[in-house]
Structure formats: structure tokens, C-alpha cells
């Protein structure tokens, strides 16, 4: 059973709070969709773009996905931290006009870096302004029809506070177990997981490439309009039990439990830009692959930068220390994916 709260401020001025809103609408509703023309959005009023304030708590029973056997995640929740609504969300959606300049990742800590609520010379600020300044503006510049969607807070505080900034939505996500059960039985892959921490400016963009193609480096042919996922978080508490399961195909954590994980990116050398915060970028499209000439969902230009610290990290219930990860990233990571 799925149980679902949520409070919606709409107005219209101008990738968490997205699914939660797509999996609200029902399948008829969603399938009356159609993309408008110019000439269509010509009689719209409020152009200049839609502004959704967000307050949500979700909750899931139990999500399956069933073949042979079945994967389920069990007691899932979504919210606030220590299990209070998750608000102050806001979520701007514009459909850019050619070389139209619309607000992205950092960009608001660029325009107050300018103005001067924010030291300059410090580094993460010059980067920011270095990247998010574009012709007399803070933003990344579009081409015409990209679908923009900026996740931010509604309210971040002091402007002159970058802890403010950084901390102004917090979050929390429970799940109770993941299992996989078949002919066999079941099995524990995961129990008992609390993550808490705050999300960072989110991005999530639909880019407008037509009918257009290009080829990656590994040979695969990808469409030109895909959608880019861009995000900054950090996880400042966190607690699991690896039962049973493989990461990224080569370290099995089997009956490992760790508690005060935090995931940050404050050490080392790859801080620049990120504010102290954990980044994930993809890009998803249509695509074939070059050795198999299968079509499928191609998810590509992946990277993931963090430090990761465990201190309490025990095998078989007792602790033997803890672990750090400085500088992990994950790059050059491609994937196609596709049904057999």
C-alpha cells in the first residue's frame, strides 16, 4: 500500500519533487500529454515560467520488481529529517528560448558572490562565478525548446550565510530492508538503512535536440535530445546493514554493518566547485550500441564525486575501525541498457 502527503503552492512566475509529482498523476491523465508549438504556447499566459512550491512526505508499503523471482525494497520513506514533512522545496520549470540564460546548479551563490553577500575570493565562490556568469547573468545558457526544471529552497535564509544556503533543505530516507525471494527463498540484501542529509541545487533538463544523433567514444550512437540529471548532496548521518550484495560488481560487503556514514565532499583534491558537497551528473537518451547493435536506454557521461567516511564499520557485528574513501570518483561510465 502507498501512502502519500503533500501540500502544493503553485504560481505562476517562473529530481525528487518531479517523480513524486509524475507518480500522483493518473495514467489517462498522462497520456492526453501532447508537446505544444509556438504557436500554441503563444496563447499561454505566464510565459516566463512555472514556480512549484513543494511539502511532501511519502511512504511505500513495498516496491517490487518481479521476473523469475523478485527484488523488493520494504518499508520505504521519504521526508523530512527524523520523520517530519520534507519542505522548503521549490521547483522552477521554463522551456528556453534560444541562448536563453536560466538559473542552474550554483548560480544563485554566484549572483550574491557579485553582488557581494559572499566572499569572491574564496575559491568554490570564484569558481561559481567563473561558470555561472553569462552574458550580464547567473545561469547556464539553453538552446531554444530545452525543458529546464531547477529544484532549489524555497526559503534559504541569510543571504549572506553560506551554511544557510547549503543546509536549507533537509532530508531523510528509510527503508526497512531490500530482499530478493525466488524458488529458493528469500534472501536480505540490505536492512535497515537511515540516510539523513540535505539536497543540494538539483537539475534536471530535457534537452531539445531533435532528430539528431551523435556517437560516444566506445562507438555507441546516442540521440541528440536527452535528458541530463544534475545534483549536489550530502549525507551527514546514515546507518545500514550489508547482508548480502556487490558493489559496482567487484567488493562484496557481505554482513557488514555501518553506522555514521557521511558522504561530503570537503577533503583531497577534487573540492573545487562543490561547496563541500557530494555531486552525481547523467545524461539519458535513446541510443544503440556499437557491439551488440541492440537499442535501448543509453545512460552515459556518469560521474560521481565524494568522500566517504564510515566510523563505525563492523563484519559480523564487531567493529574493526573505520574507513575513509578521499577523492572516490566514479567517471567515463557508460551504460546501454535493454530487455533479453
Known amino acids: 500500500m502507498t501512502q502519500s502527503h503533500a501540500c502544493h503552492r503553485i504560481s505562476t512566475s517562473s529530481t525528487l519533487s518531479v517523480w513524486v509529482l509524475a507518480l500522483a ?19 499561454v499566459t505566464g510565459q516566463a515560467g512555472v514556480t512549484i512550491e513543494l511539502e511532501t512526505k511519502l511512504s511505500i508499503d513495498r516496491f517490487s520488481w518481479i521476473d523469475e523471482g523478485s527484488l523488493n525494497v520494504n518499508g520505504l520513506r521519504l521526508s523530512g529529517q527524523n520523520d517530519t514533512v520534507l519542505d522548503n522545496m521549490k521547483l522552477t520549470i521554463d522551456i528556453a528560448g534560444d541562448g536563453e540564460v536560466l538559473e542552474h ?17 574564496n575559491p568554490d565562490m570564484a569558481d561559481a562565478l567563473a ?7 547567473f545561469g547556464k545558457q539553453f538552446d531554444s525548446g530545452d525543458l529546464v526544471m531547477h529544484l532549489g529552497a524555497t526559503d534559504y535564509g541569510d543571504p549572506t550565510s553560506l551554511e544557510d544556503y ?25 536492512s535497515d538503512i537511515l540516510l539523513q542529509g540535505h539536497i543540494g541545487p538539483t537539475d534536471l533538463v530535457i534537452r531539445n535536440g531533435g532528430s539528431s544523433t551523435r556517437t560516444l567514444t566506445n ?34 560487503f557481505a554482513a557488514v554493518g555501518i553506522e555514521g556514514l557521511q558522504i561530503h565532499n570537503r577533503r583531497g583534491d577534487d ?3 562543490h561547496f563541500g558537497m ?9 541510443g544503440t550500441s556499437a557491439a551488440s547493435a541492440k537499442e535501448g536506454l543509453s545512460v552515459h557521461d556518469v560521474e560521481f ?3 566517504i567516511d564510515m566510523p563505525v564499520f563492523k563484519v559480523g557485528g564487531t567493529s574493526i575501525g573505520s574507513v575513509q574513501f578521499t577523492d572516490f570518483a566514479i567517471t567515463n561510465t557508460t551504460m546501454m541498457v535493454y530487455g533479453h
Open 219 to 252: 562507438g555507441n550512437e546516442v540521440s541528440g535530445s536527452e535528458l541530463q540529471l544534475d545534483t549536489h548532496f550530502e549525507i551527514t548521518n546514515g546507518s545500514l546493514n550489508w547482508d548480502a550484495a556487490d558493489v559496482i560488481l567487484l567488493f562484496n
Open 166 to 190: 547549503l543546509q536549507a533543505v533537509d532530508f531523510e530516507l528509510a527503508v526497512d530492508s531490500v530482499t530478493s525471494s525466488g524458488n529458493e527463498g528469500s534472501a536480505t540484501l540490505f
Open 25 to 43: 498523476l493518473p495514467l489517462p491523465a498522462m497520456a492526453e500529454f501532447k508537446p505544444m508549438n509556438d504557436g500554441a504556447l503563444s496563447g
Open 131 to 137: 561558470k555561472y556568469s553569462v552574458a550580464g547573468s
Open 305 to 307: 564525486r565524494a568522500d
Open 278 to 286: 557530494a555531486s552525481a551528473t547523467a545524461k539519458l537518451s535513446r
Open 105 to 121: 546548479g550554483f548560480s544563485e551563490i554566484a549572483r550574491r558572490a557579485n553582488s557581494g553577500l559572499l566572499d569572491p575570493n
Open 271 to 273: 573540492t573545487l566547485g
